[in-house]
């Protein structure tokens, strides 16, 4: 049996990665990344079973705010390569079962930008009030996002003789969505990608589009409708096309960007289920964990939770109560400069583990079980490291090692778009594809194959989750539903070998339950007498087949 209401929602059971062209491969040896190289890496990605590449800013850019800070939305960086390049590389994508998805920075432009050099110029200007002034720089204004960078939200303009708003950098002046020109202008951003075969957007920053705009007297009266309309321009250009928005807000305040009808995000990056990971990490118990996902209300039938280890920022911790917060920094960010912004850590995943296989293995797979879509940051599936070395937020974002030789195979340049890791225990030397590609018990490997299997397992995506009652605080159990099929995960947070009786099931529902991967080789479990044992930071996946259902592992 299958439901045809959801056989076109390729997002809820999708595997999304997250690439930056400029540190992903280089084609011609000038030591940045380019839509040539990337093309020629997508047979890799396809192998790994990747189904969606999100593409993090390509777009021409001044580069203060590592391409985020957008100086012409309607092309691409020269250095990465021509639109026809692009538009090659989306083609071999498609043909290869992989879909694109494009950062949407529209909050902000660089100060860079045609459109804010006329508007600071010329009162009169058809830009002036694409942006928002004031003559007076206001005493009341929203918190400070960068409070190591900027003083303020507001930056005087010489040339303009006013202040403008700006919620990240004082380079990035905060477009007027209140305008009904800047919304159809995104529209036509968006037409225009959605024409060259994008499959939708990331929206950078998505409750800065409709709030704390500085305009709240000029907005719509729900200025949710800005949203919706956004979604609504993509639906009828292309029904299949997503909106995955970056909303880093409290719970109850972040389910509305779903909209009442799932009529706004297609898809939501889970941030504080990304922090609840790592506290359970931290703590070596799974309480943090199974409190978060009781409380994580079931998205919109076409909607889609998305789940994170780490991203290309920081690991926000914001919105984790304080003691959690705390934990996490001492467990994972002990000394300060692997810290930033009062709020996050500037790591990737397996320096924060120590390195220990276990541990990574059970992260990786919290992330391919837990109820959503999981999504990748590349280099993720060999372990790669970072480089504190490095400024800020970019710490995390060096080049991706290929192989040991020079560079780790990004490049044969010499000047690197970023420095490639080159001392420790994650150097490129010992942590790169190659390596990993001849050894089958590699951490590659294993990502591969889990991977494999959780595509093989819907319900993962699509199903309706209970967490089951463990019997032990560090053991995470939770089941997914789906139409007929019943998958169960169970996790070991601890480094303690653990033996717990769970209830997957009523009693008498399933005639067997077979376990479909795992960091072990188990017992069968008994549905009648369903005892797990598991060792430290041990996992298992399980399906429940039913008398007759045709199910099989």
């Known amino acids: 049996m299958f439901d045809p209401a959801v056989s076109d929602q390729w997002w809820k059971n999708a595997v999304v990665y997250s690439v930056d062209v400029e540190t992903f491969m280089d084609s011609d040896g000038d030591g940045i990344g380019d839509f040539r190289g990337l093309t020629r890496r997508l047979p890799y990605l396809s192998g790994l079973g990747v189904t969606c590449l999100w593409l993090l800013p390509f777009y021409p850019s001044p580069n203060t705010d590592d391409g985020y800070d957008v100086s012409d939305y309607y092309t691409v960086e020269p250095r990465f390569g021509t639109l026809g390049e692009f538009v090659e590389f989306v083609r071999t994508a498609r043909d290869l079962g992989i879909r694109v998805v494009i950062d949407l920075v529209v909050n902000h432009t660089s100060d860079q930008h045609p459109w804010f050099r006329s508007a600071r110029r010329d009162r009169d200007s058809r830009y002036r009030d694409w942006y928002v ?50 919304r159809d202008e995104i529209h036509r951003i968006m037409g225009f990608w959605l024409e060259l075969g994008v499959s939708g957007f990331r929206v950078d920053a998505a409750p800065y589009l409709i709030g704390d705009t500085g305009i ?41 960007f779903f909209g009442d009808d799932g009529d706004e995000m297609t898809g939501m990056f889970n941030f504080i289920l990304s922090g609840s990971v790592f506290t359970a990490l931290a703590r070596g118990e799974a309480t943090p964990l199974a409190e978060h996902l009781r409380r994580t209300p079931s998205p919109p039938r076409t909607s889609q939770w998305l789940n994170f280890l780490r991203n290309h920022d920081e690991l926000n911790l914001s919105r984790l109560p304080d003691d959690e917060k705390d934990d996490v920094m001492a467990a994972f960010a002990p000394e300060q400069d692997m810290r930033i912004y009062g709020r996050g850590i500037r790591r990737r995943l397996p320096p924060m583990l120590g390195g220990d296989r276990r541990r990574i293995e059970l992260a990786f797979s919290l992330l391919l079980t837990l109820p959503g879509t999981p999504v990748l940051l590349y280099g993720e599936e060999i372990g790669m490291g970072d480089d504190l070395a490095i400024e800020g937020r970019k710490s995390v974002r060096t080049v991706m090692q290929w192989t040991e030789g020079p560079n780790g195979g990004f490049s044969s340049g010499s000047d690197l778009a970023a420095p490639v890791v080159d001392d420790g225990p994650f150097r ?47 053991v995470l159990a939770h089941r997914c539903d789906w139409l007929e099929g ?19 099931a009523r009693e008498g529902e399933f005639e067997e339950v077979i376990d479909i991967f795992g960091n072990d080789r188990f017992e069968p479990l008994d549905p009648g007498d369903p005892r797990v044992s598991l060792g430290p930071y041990g996992y298992r996946w399980l399906r429940g087949r039913r008398s007759g259902s045709g199910l099989t592992p």
């Open 133 to 182: 002034w004031a003559d007076e720089r206001p005493e009341d204004e929203a918190t400070v996002i960068f409070p190591d960078q900027e003083e303020s939200n507001w930056a005087w303009d010489e040339e303009a003789g006013q202040y403008y708003l700006h919620r990240f950098y004082s380079s990035e002046p905060d477009l007027n969505t209140a305008n009904p020109d800047v």
């Open 216 to 256: 709240e007297d000029r907005m719509p009266q729900d200025p949710h409708l800005i949203l919706q309309d956004m979604r609504g321009f993509l639906s009828r250009r292309r029904g299949d096309a997503v909106l995955f928005g970056e909303v880093n807000l409290d719970p109850g305040d972040r389910e509305t």
């Open 428 to 474: 490129y030397q010992e942590v790169n594809v190659a390596e990993q590609r001849r050894r089958e018990d590699s951490l590659l490997n294993r990502v591969e194959r889990a991977i494999r299997v959780r595509k093989e397992s819907p319900e993962f995506g699509w199903g309706a989750w209970t967490v089951l009652d463990s019997g032990d605080p560090r």
């Open 486 to 504: 019943t998958v169960i995960a169970v996790h070991n947070l601890s480094g303690d070998h653990v033996e717990t009786r769970l209830e997957p």
